[in-house]
């Protein structure tokens, strides 16, 4: 396993624009594909995003595809989400995931997994 750590969180009006980071540890970055995630309050743990081991491939969720782009310095360990147009219903606490494999959208294919970083939006 591979060990995640989040950062770049905070307040954002709506409209705004937020990056997050996730810097993992170890030199075996390039062998995972990262995926990003969030949980809203109440609500399930969802998908958001996931990139490929390379950062060729990446796939959104319909709710943030458009607004949000995710990427990968494999030199740095770190992968980013990049978080434009920000809406209060992305309000939640955003994880960075890692997986052997192929790009994945679910949650139980992650078995590395970051802290959280808390994102507000405010309207």
């Known amino acids: 396993q591979v060990q995640l750590v989040e950062s770049g969180g905070g307040l954002v009006q709506t409209g705004g624009s937020l990056r997050l980071s996730c810097a993992a540890s170890g030199r075996t970055f390039s062998t995972y594909v990262m995926g990003w995630f969030r949980q809203a309050p109440g609500k399930e743990r969802e998908f958001v995003a996931t990139i490929s081991r390379s950062g060729g491939i990446t796939y959104y969720a319909d709710s943030v595809k458009g607004r949000f782009t995710v990427s990968r310095d494999n030199a740095k360990n770190t992968g980013y989400l990049q978080m434009n147009s920000l809406k209060p219903e992305d309000t939640a606490v955003y994880y960075c995931?890692?997986?052997?494999?192929?790009?994945?959208?679910?949650?139980?294919?992650?078995?590395?997994w970051g802290q959280g970083t808390q994102v507000t939006v405010s309207s």
């Open positions: 995931a890692a997986r052997r494999g192929t790009n994945d959208y679910n949650v139980r294919a992650y078995d590395s």
